[in-house]
């Protein structure tokens, strides 16, 4: 089955570093790959939508400057939280779609959680 | 737009009794609809999906779950509880074929032994 590979599964780090996530779709070519953030006890809350080649689209709300998406092939896009606070502590999680077939559903890597001291 | 709704914020059986996760959703054009299970600091795992092919989806791990239009619903069901199925549950609908989702708030199931 498809499967999508996150790196790291968990950072601790001080306030004012810059963190860079990676998600790897490993057996199959994504275009499209997408960046959550969870927050304890609570759903799944888009931040942007990484797009192969292009620019990424953030969603309302979520500040570009901060959190930096880069598409660079089919298969990695990265997320760097620059110049992390304590407030940007949570759970990113990012997720895939096949390029290849249609009608398919998006497929989650593990997670990192991020803690800020 | 669309939008989902999980009646039950927890959900608490004993272990090899039936599980029922209710889901209701809006959307104005047809929808995906899908069933994610997630486990403590993990990811989400795909278990079943509903893309206008049959209405009752058999998934992973014994769960099903049937869509019925009339009552713009997806209710997931398995019919034995086990104690690895205690996570959260999330579903999920789509009307772009999965590039769009749109997730519930969750159920989180617990089973008692």
């Known amino acids: 089955g498809a499967v999508v590979s996150q790196h790291p599964s968990r950072v601790i780090c001080k306030s004012g570093t810059s963190v860079k996530i990676e998600c790897r779709s490993l057996d199959f070519q994504a275009t499209t790959m997408f960046w959550y953030r969870q927050f304890p006890k609570q759903s799944l809350m888009l931040m942007a939508t990484?797009?192969?080649?292009?620019?990424?689209?953030?969603e309302q709300g979520v500040e570009k400057d901060k959190f930096l998406i880069n598409h660079a092939s089919l298969t990695l896009s990265t997320l760097t939280v620059t110049s992390a606070h304590p407030e940007d502590s949570s759970f990113y999680i990012c997720?895939?779609?096949?390029?290849?077939?249609?009608?398919?559903?998006?497929?989650f890597g593990d997670g990192t959680r991020l803690s800020i001291l | 737009a669309q939008s989902v709704t999980q009646l039950d914020s927890h959900v608490s059986v004993s272990e090899g009794t039936p599980v029922l996760l209710r889901c209701n959703y809006s959307?104005?054009?047809?929808?995906?609809l899908f069933w994610y299970v997630q486990h403590p600091n993990k990811g989400l795992q795909l278990l079943l999906k509903y893309t206008s092919a049959a209405t009752l989806v058999k998934g992973i791990n014994g769960f099903e779950a049937e869509f019925k239009k009339s009552e713009t619903s997806f209710h997931l069901t398995k019919p034995s509880a086990h104690m690895s199925d205690a996570a959260e549950y999330f579903c999920?609908?789509?009307?772009?074929?999965?590039?769009?989702?749109?997730f519930g708030p969750g159920t989180r199931l617990s089973v008692l032994p």
């Open positions: 990484s797009n192969e080649g292009s620019k990424a689209t953030y």
């Open positions: 999920v609908v789509s009307i772009n074929y999965g590039q769009n989702f749109v």
């Open positions: 959307s104005s054009y047809s929808p995906s």
């Open positions: 997720s895939a779609r096949d390029r290849g077939l249609g009608n398919q559903p998006q497929h």
